[in-house]
């Protein structure tokens, strides 16, 4: 059967028509996007410790010199380099013949003092005897008196010397002034050494425990004293941890204290010294290591953190968030950001407590969206890491049926 060509271009148009009413039907229920699920951290005021990292190097608590105290030559080294010793502990030893000697000559010149007293000492009480008898003169008491008492100074001369020449003796074997490592030996058997020598015979340092010397702003420990001041931060009331990071990014396990910070700006750096102490039981710490010191040096009030990938930068370098506004739509914000605590970032300004910031679901919203928000999970997997998770789950069964 034959359709003539009006009949045709009718029901073509007809065609036309209703499928353009139902494409206009179907347009509104396409449009309808059901809302994006969020995560979101609500954010809340807290305090912060206010934990500076800052540059330092480990020192000895104590470091001593090894010298002589008496000139002559070396007959041995006792110690072994690079060992502990206690203080006392003999590490040299000089020959101890020519202060032996001394000894004896010494004790000689005491006994021969000590005789001479006694002669001046029997003299006197002879005239003494006499001089109640009225046999002998005021004037030969008198000699007899002063005979005595020059004998007496010698007595203690000879005693003084004899005390010295021991002393000499004893000093004949050089021991450690302090405990601690000793270095290595600076002369060997057979020199000769001198209390006039500039040059040491070893070096000492206390290793346990130990000082980390660092240096912090002038200008960041007033801005830091001026907050206190305004009551922005507070003051911890309990003593200032420390925290020592080693050169290659690990923590040390031990804490140690802040002693002291120095009184006086360098002039040509402009910094402060601060000193720490920390044990070092293992001997992990060398003295001239570089370390990065973690100081706590004030607690910062009514603080504001978000995650740190809830932060978004625009071109431009400008720290934005999303927020989810009170009728659960999208809004952009613009905020400024402080000092990192862990996995965090504080905000300074742009934000207030009980705001929810989206730390996931950024792919299908914009400002103005509608969302569907949820409290964020720190320990939960995102989304997508869970989804290919379950479908390598998925597929290992499959291919083990292969």
Known sequence: MRMNRPTLAAALATVILLSGCQKEDEQPAAA???????????TKTETLPITNELPGRITATRVAEVRPRVSGIVVERVFQQGSKVNEGDVLYRIDPAPFRVQVEKAEATLRRAQSVRLQAQQKADRQEQLKKANVVAAQQ?????????????????????????????????????????????????????????????????QLDPLYADFTQSATDLIRLRKALEDGKMLSGDEEAEVQLVLDDGTAYEHKGKLLFSEAAVDATTGQVTLRGEFPNPENDLLP???????????????????PQQAVQRNNAG?????????????????????????????????????????????????????????DWNPDAKPAAEAAQTTASADEKPAEATK
Do not use: C, H
């Open 288 to 306: 001239g290591m570089y370390v990065r010191v973690l100081v706590q040096q004030g607690v910062e009030k009514d603080a504001i953190t978000v």
């Open 32 to 42: 309808a996007f059901p809302p994006s699920a969020v995560a979101v951290f609500t």
């Open 318 to 374: 400008q720290s934005q968030v999303y927020v989810v506004a009170a009728d659960n739509k999208v809004e952009f914000r613009n905020v400024t950001l402080g000092r990192t605590i862990g996995t965090r970032w504080q905000v300074t300004s742009g934000l207030k407590a009980g705001e929810k910031v989206i730390v996931e679901g950024f792919q299908k919203i914009g400002p103005g969206a509608p969302v569907e928000p949820t």
């Open 141 to 205: 008491l008198e000699d007899a008196a002063a005979l005595l008492a020059t004998a007496d100074a010698d007595v203690a001369i000879a005693e003084a010397g004899l005390a010295a020449a021991k002393l000499d003796l004893q000093y004949a074997d050089v021991t450690a002034p302090i405990s601690g490592r000793i270095g290595r030996a600076m002369i060997t058997e057979g020199a000769l050494v001198s209390t006039n020598s500039s040059e040491n015979l070893a070096t000492i340092q």
